[in-house]
């Protein structure tokens, strides 16, 4: 069964870091292009990063560059996502996701061939 599972989520205060994982099973994660997507109370879900099939590139909505890291583990089924400095406006439910393609992963786009459950980031000032 194909499966994705993102932990790390929690109640943080202002500034703090948290380190999110995407775990996959049932297939190769490493094999595909991986985006982490968040979605705040009454809003859309929008993409936030992006890592290539290959590796070479990653990708950044402006609201989160230069403060959040994409990146595969050593172990290939898993993907971070670092977060630094947190601000109450990235509380959101955050999911991994896989991208149909490495052109719709530098769009950050959301379409994806699997979802993972999603895991609560909540950040309090």
């Known amino acids: 069964q194909v499966k994705l599972v993102e932990s790390g989520g929690g109640l943080v205060q202002l500034g703090v870091h948290l380190r999110l994982t995407c775990a996959a099973s049932?297939?190769?994660?490493?094999?595909?292009?991986v985006g982490w997507f968040r979605q705040a109370p009454g809003k859309e879900r929008e993409g936030i990063s992006c890592?290539?099939?290959?590796?070479?590139?990653?990708y950044y909505a402006d609201s989160v560059k230069g403060r959040f890291s994409i990146s595969r583990g050593s172990v290939k089924n898993t993907v971070y996502l670092q977060m630094n400095s947190l601000k109450p406006e990235d509380t959101a439910v955050y999911f991994c996701?896989?991208?149909?393609?490495?052109?719709?992963?530098?769009?950050?786009?959301?379409?994806?061939?699997?979802w993972g459950q999603g895991t609560q980031v909540t950040v309090s000032s």
């Open positions: 996701a896989t991208p149909i393609s490495d052109y719709l992963c530098s769009q950050l786009s959301k379409e994806v061939s699997a």
């Open positions: 049932g297939f190769a994660l490493g094999d595909y292009a």
């Open positions: 890592i290539s099939e290959n590796d070479q590139s990653t």
